[in-house]
């Protein structure tokens, strides 16, 4: 495995950040790890990295264990942290000849240029780093984090800051570094984790609440379907409750309900009828698919 991490724990204080949890990341995987501010995502990227000492457990990366070999584990990661350090008085190849040269890389020249065209930087690498947009900075930051080749990757919201357009190259990018590398890949952008990532890791308040494959957790148990309804017209609970098959039902508005149900199609179904008998009007009728968001907001609320 190139990441291993065995009944991890760090605490800040009274305050346990992270409480025992594990995990395993193999070569070319693209793994999610998401969870709400403050659950102990960057806390466990650091520790991983070497960056900060855990309290408890076992880490290792590509058979080595961080603790005893963090010099040596340390050229085997690339790193982009969530406040990315830079330099911003130094020129985008400046900066990252000096990255270059902390690895002691033969030839940096051809590995830099390879670099900033890998992360989409050639317009703007003639300038300073402190005349760039944030979305820019984002790049110089992966650009170093990518420069001396690492076998894994720790991005903790590499995306942030960037344009539509940006986040769609720099999703390339990583889809493409994901087939002969280890990426460990954190963002809020949902939207991007499932757009990249294969399987998802979610921690919450320090512990793992999901590891598995983002098909199984979209597959979700029975009362996870959702139909959303609008009527026009004000319509009693009481009524929807003489539905079948309703697990449970929320208000949304004025004349809207959110219905919790394992058999959407017959839901929907029965809305219709029950709108024509009763000469109501729908303006809307979906159903919320079990996307990430849904996952997410299941498992990380009132935890």
Known sequence: ????????????????????????????????????????????MKIITGYLECD?????????????????????????????PLYFDMYVREYLEFIAGVHHIDHPKNKIETTIATVGLSLEANKKIGQLSKGYKQRVGLAAALIHNPEVLILDEPTSGLDPNQIVEIREVIKKLGKDKTVLFSSHILQEVQAICDRVIIINK??????????????????????????????????????????????????????????????????????????????????????????????????
């Not at 291993?4 to 790890?33: H, P, R």
């Not at 058979?63 to 010099?71: G, M, R």
């Open 1 to 44: 495995m190139s990441i291993k991490v065995i009944n991890l724990s760090k605490n800040y204080g009274a305050q346990k950040a992270v409480d025992n949890i594990s995990f395993s990341i193999g070569k070319g995987e693209i793994v999610g790890f998401l969870g709400p501010n403050g659950a102990g995502k960057s806390t466990t």
């Open 56 to 84: 408890g457990g076992v880490v290792e990366v590509c058979n080595e264990k961080v603790n005893t070999s963090s010099l040596s584990t340390k050229k085997k990661i690339g790193y982009l942290p969530e406040a990315n």
């Open 206 to 303: 320090g512990t793992i609440v999901a590891d598995d494959t983002l098909s199984n957790l979209q597959k979700g148990k029975d009362d996870e379907h959702i139909v959303l309804i609008h009527f026009k017209e004000n319509v009693s609970m009481a009524t929807l409750q003489k539905l079948e098959n309703i697990s449970k039902i929320e208000a949304v508005g004025i004349s809207g309900y959110k219905i919790h149900t394992a058999h959407p199609e017959s839901i929907r179904k029965q809305l219709v009828e029950l709108s024509l008998k009763n000469n109501l009007n729908i303006v809307s009728l979906q159903s919320e698919s079990n996307s990430l968001e849904v996952i997410f907001r299941n498992l990380t609320s009132a935890k």
